[in-house]
């Protein structure tokens, strides 16, 4: 009787009723506090393993270049730096347990190559065959197993295999450079070489419809410049090209909405068209080269008598291509371009050369017909036994003398006492012209893009191009969508002090796609 009242007296008791409670309950308590630490630790590797596939992606992207060996290479800049046990730059999974395989060194499984990716469905294309079409890198990281270590059968069960894989490329960004472009010889990915430094380039405007792009047609790149003024985006070729800044964003052509940048070039050479908003302003924007000498002539109505000496002093007047002017006395042939030429093959009527010519021009004929001398024997000369179109430029624009205003013809009017004249033009008759310095392109040198665009049409994805400058010889003429521009190659784009201008207006930026 007495063990059975105690144990109803137990039973009714309510102190200390909450140790038990806790006992009970401390079992669960401590696996799911257990399951939440294994889940955050798993968690945290594999963010761990996608932090070393992007970084090893990243570091292999860097190499794919298009050079031999590239492919190569790229395993090896993963490998080497990011794969190694010891390396300051390994990759490793911090919480690991020692259960954990294969320890805390982050190994590398695979590399696959592309020749493209389908960025909108996040597919790959083509896989490389060659080190040259070899764009885009896959890196797949070795699986990794965790076992659960705080839950109540820790080390008896794992995560499964933990993976993850990266996709990177080699894009290009585009810094201070007006958004030209030029489409390469077909086939000719290294374009240009050393030999093609100085040849002639006729280029021929892409229509604005869904035409493909053909080798020698110049087109407008889509480059989103973060602090240019929103009111100058149709009109960046005028533009002094070091306020444009930079984009790492994906360039494209950009199709249509040319009749205004052609203006905007055009005013390096003084033309500013009636009731278009061109203004050279402080900072060189819309502002003329300091020499404009081209195939158009100023023709100017003068009301007084007029002399030899007049087109000196006369002011005003429009620009005409030469071949307008008339042949009156004490003219016997029409005036001769007033221009740089082509090259001979473009200009002899055959099919030799059209877009891309070969470097040989009658300079020998410029100098008589433009200068009234045979070329003096101080140019430079550097290609062929014969001085290029910029080295003759530039010799011009070292004395002022060679670039005077001459008097090509004259038609009196019926009393003598005034009529119209037509001169030469080789400096700017309006805007303050921009002289080049150490800090100052010239004015009449632009940098363009050299695009593949082989099998390309309509708006499409530049990944690939260099920059280089050419020396324009002229306004672009034609009509918007059909016009023409004419320049010679000067080689790769440099700066305005002549060093290299490989990181100033182009740069090669490895990023993720996957």
Aim: proline share 7%.
């Amino acid at each position: 009787m007495i063990a059975k009242r105690l144990f109803i007296d137990f039973a009714k008791a309510r102190d200390a009723a909450i140790a038990p409670l806790y006992a009970l309950a401390l079992f669960g308590l401590i696996m799911i506090a257990g399951v939440g630490w294994d889940y955050s630790r798993l968690a945290t590797m594999d963010s761990e393993l996608q932090n070393a596939a992007d970084q090893a992606a990243l570091a292999a992207a860097t190499q794919l270049t298009g050079v031999s060996g590239a492919m190569a290479n790229a395993e090896a800049a993963a490998t080497n730096f990011l794969a190694t046990d010891g390396s300051a730059w390994a990759n490793e999974t911090k919480l690991a347990n020692e259960p954990d395989s294969p320890g805390r060194t982050v190994g590398l499984a695979s590399f696959e190559f592309f020749q493209t990716w389908d960025h909108t469905n996040d597919v790959p294309g083509p896989v490389a065959t060659t080190d040259a079409n070899a764009r885009y890198v896959r890196v797949t990281v070795d699986g990794r197993e965790a076992f659960y270590a705080l839950t109540s059968i820790g080390g008896l069960i794992s995560s499964g295999l933990v993976g993850a894989n990266a996709v990177a490329t080699l894009e290009a960004a585009a810094c201070n450079v007006p958004p030209l472009m030029v489409c390469a010889p077909t086939g000719n990915a290294g374009y240009p070489g050393t030999s093609e430094i100085g040849i002639a380039l006729d280029l021929r405007e892409r229509p604005q419809s869904s035409e493909d792009f053909n080798p020698g047609t110049f087109d407008l790149l889509d480059i989103d410049y973060e602090d240019i003024d929103p009111n100058q985006q149709n009109r960046t070729l005028g533009l002094n090209s070091d306020l444009l800044g930079c984009t790492s964003a994906q360039i494209t052509t950009r199709p249509g909405a040319r009749d205004t940048e052609n203006t905007a070039i055009n005013t390096r050479f003084g033309i500013y068209p009636n009731g278009q908003n061109f203004a050279c302003e402080a900072n060189g924007d819309f502002c003329p080269a300091d020499v404009t000498r081209n195939d158009l002539v100023r023709r100017v109505s003068v009301n007084n008598k007029f002399d030899e000496a007049t087109c000196q002093s006369a002011t005003g007047g429009d620009l005409i291509p030469a071949s307008e002017v008339p042949v009156v006395p004490p003219l016997t042939a029409p005036v001769p371009n007033q221009g740089f030429p082509l090259d001979t093959c473009q200009t002899d009527g055959s099919t030799r050369c059209l877009s891309f010519g070969d470097g040989d021009w009658l300079w020998q004929d410029y100098f008589r017909d433009v200068h009234n001398m045979a070329p003096p024997e101080d140019l430079v000369m550097k290609k062929a036994g014969q001085p290029t179109r910029f080295e003759v430029y530039q010799w011009e624009r070292a004395d002022a003398s060679r670039t005077a205003v001459k008097q090509l013809a004259r038609v009196p009017d019926s009393n003598g006492n005034g009529g119209t004249l037509y001169c030469t033009a080789p400096r700017p008759i309006q805007g303050t012209p921009v002289v080049p310095s150490s800090t100052q392109k010239d004015r009449r040198i632009v940098t363009v893009a050299v695009v593949d665009c082989d099998g390309q049409g309509g708006r499409f994805d530049v990944n690939t191009f260099r920059f280089v400058d050419l020396f324009l010889l002229g306004p672009i003429t034609g009509p918007a969508g059909a016009g023409e521009l004419k320049a010679e190659l000067i080689g790769p784009a440099k700066r305005a002090d002549g060093g290299s201008g490989f990181q100033t207006f182009g740069r090669k930026k490895p990023v993720l796609v996957q």
